[in-house]
Structure formats: structure tokens, C-alpha cells
């Protein structure tokens, strides 16, 4: 089956001496969600880092719908929407220019632009702010904006970073539907995340991360069996794995 993300045998860190990652195997298919789940320091950022192609692996590859970031940066990038864990706005833009911006540096047509970005502004109930600077953004409108960028790009796949860290609860519900909309039309979505229950819900498969290493890697029901734990949920599964330190 076709495969819009492939990250195969991924070496990595921050000093070549020092790899984080150990031989990371994972892909993500067209109408799924993947959740990246880990403890705090297992290697979820700087995976992502790497797919992103901020960093070098020191063994194996990244490939998005079949081709690695040296084969051809600009199509490997414009093929992804990142959702940061921080956002980053430019001070000195309004609302409706980073929507601008984002537009323009995806080469996204006017009628097409001016329709999604409708429909964002609608969804996440920022229609009264597009002429506001983000220095007048709380925390959850400031990744709002990260999101609905993300979203206008409309990508074949998406890689957000514990993307509801600030949302209130009904900007944590306009994000799910839209993921679940993505999905619907034939997204893949690599998800990090620390809110288990939530993930439980909308993941389609997970990987288990711990200190820089996959440990399982599945449905629920593949997770269940590979622990031999029936009945549990992922809350019980994170326990386990981390407890017992398994590997893949
Ligand atoms: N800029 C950096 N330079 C050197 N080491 C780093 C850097 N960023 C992270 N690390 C190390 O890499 C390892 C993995 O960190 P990473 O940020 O990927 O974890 P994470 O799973 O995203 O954690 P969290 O849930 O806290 O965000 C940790 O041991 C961390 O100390």
C-alpha cells in the first residue's frame, strides 16, 4: 500500500557520538493517525526533527511519498504542515497575514485560499481577530494561528507536536475534527502527544517511544497482544512499557 511517510532504520541526535534515536522504523499510510507517545526526553521532538529535515541522520532515512529531503527539498517540504509544540509568529504581522504568508509560500491560489482560510477563521472562532498583532494573542489563539496555517497548506501529511498544549476544550475539538477531517479525504498524521485518553480516541496506530528506541509499535490490539495485556488501554500500555524498560 501506498505510504505517505517512511522513516527506515533512523539514527539520529544531536552529536554524532551521542545518537538519541536507535534505529527508528515506522511509516504512516494515506487515512491514518499515528500517535507518537513517550516520557518526557524519549526522542518524540527530535524524531520529529528529523522528518522535518532539521536534522541529518547519522544512518537511514526519511521519506515522504517516496522521496528523502536530498532528493528534492522544496517537494519533500511543501508535501508536509508542521504543527510546533511553540508557536512562532512574526510580531509585526497581523492574523490574516500569516495566513497570507503561509499561502504565498506554498504557492496556494487565491480562490483557494480565500475559501479555507474562511472556514478556519469560522472553526476556530478567530473571524473577529484577523487584523490583530499576536502580541494581543493569548496562548491557545497564538497556536491556533500555528494550526490554521498548518491546515490552509492542506498537505498530504501532517506532523504536529503535542499540538493541544494551550486550546480550550472547543479549540481542542475544532483541531480533531479537522485532523479527522484530513484523514477522511486521505491525510496521514503523525501525532506526539502526552493526553493518552485523547490519543486512545483518534489514533489509528501507535508507537511507543522510550529512550530513543521504539518499544512496541500498533493498534490497541496489537499493543495489547505484543504485552500480553488484554483489556488494557493505553494508559496501563505507556506504564508497562516504560516500567519494564522492553524493547523492540
Ligand atoms: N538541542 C538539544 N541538544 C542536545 N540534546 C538534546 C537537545 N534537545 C533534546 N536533547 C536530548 O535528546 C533526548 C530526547 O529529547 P526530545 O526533546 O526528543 O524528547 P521528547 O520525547 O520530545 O520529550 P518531551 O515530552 O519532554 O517533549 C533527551 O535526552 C534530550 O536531553
Same mark, same amino acid.
Given at each position: ?15 554524532? =557520538? ?7 522504523? !515506522? ?14 526526553? #524519549?526522542?518524540? =521532538? ?5 522528518? %522535518?529535515? %532539521? ?42 497575514? &500569516? ?5 504565498? #509560500? ?5 480562490? #483557494? ?6 472556514? %478556519?477563521?469560522?472553526? !476556530? ?12 494573542? =493569548? ?10 496555517? #498548518? ?12 499540538? !493541544? ?12 475534527? &479537522? ?28 508507537? %511507543? ?40
Amino acid at each position: 500500500m501506498e505510504k505517505v511517510m517512511e522513516v527506515s532504520g533512523l539514527t539520529g541526535g544531536y552529536q554524532k =557520538s551521542k545518537p538519541v534515536l536507535h534505529d527508528i522504523n !515506522f511509516n504512516i499510510r494515506p487515512h491514518e493517525i499515528v500517535g507518537l507517545i513517550g516520557l518526557n526526553g #524519549a526522542g518524540k =521532538s527530535t524524531t520529529i526533527k528529523h522528518i %522535518l529535515g %532539521l536534522m541529518e541522520p547519522h544512518k537511514g532515512e526519511v521519506r515522504i511519498q517516496g522521496k528523502t529531503m536530498a532528493e528534492n527539498m522544496e517537494e519533500y517540504r511543501s508535501r508536509m504542515a508542521y504543527i510546533p509544540e511553540t508557536p512562532l509568529l512574526y510580531e509585526e504581522l497581523t492574523l490574516w497575514e &500569516h495566513l497570507e504568508l503561509t499561502a504565498m #509560500a506554498y504557492g496556494i491560489e487565491e480562490k #483557494a485560499f480565500k475559501e479555507r482560510a474562511d472556514r %478556519l477563521l469560522k472553526e !476556530f472562532r478567530m473571524e473577529k481577530m484577523i487584523r490583530w498583532f499576536p502580541s494581543h494573542f =493569548s496562548k491557545g489563539m497564538r497556536q491556533k494561528v500555528m494550526i490554521m496555517c #498548518a491546515f490552509l497548506v492542506n498537505p498530504k501529511l501532517y506532523v504536529a507536536d503535542e499540538p !493541544f498544549v494551550g486550546l480550550d476544550p472547543l479549540g481542542i475539538k475544532s483541531f480533531l475534527d &479537522h485532523m479527522t477531517d484530513m484523514k477522511e479525504k486521505g491525510c496521514g498524521i503523525l501525532m506526539s502527544t502526552h493526553i493518552l485518553a485523547t490519543a486512545e480516541k483518534y489514533c489509528d496506530r501507535f508507537i %511507543l517511544l522510550h529512550e530513543g528506541r521504539i518499544v512496541v509499535k500498533g493498534t490497541m490490539e496489537e499493543l495489547r497482544e505484543q504485552l500480553n495485556l488484554p483489556g488494557a488501554d493505553l494508559d496501563d500500555i505507556y506504564v508497562a512499557v516504560t516500567e519494564e524498560g522492553r524493547h523492540e
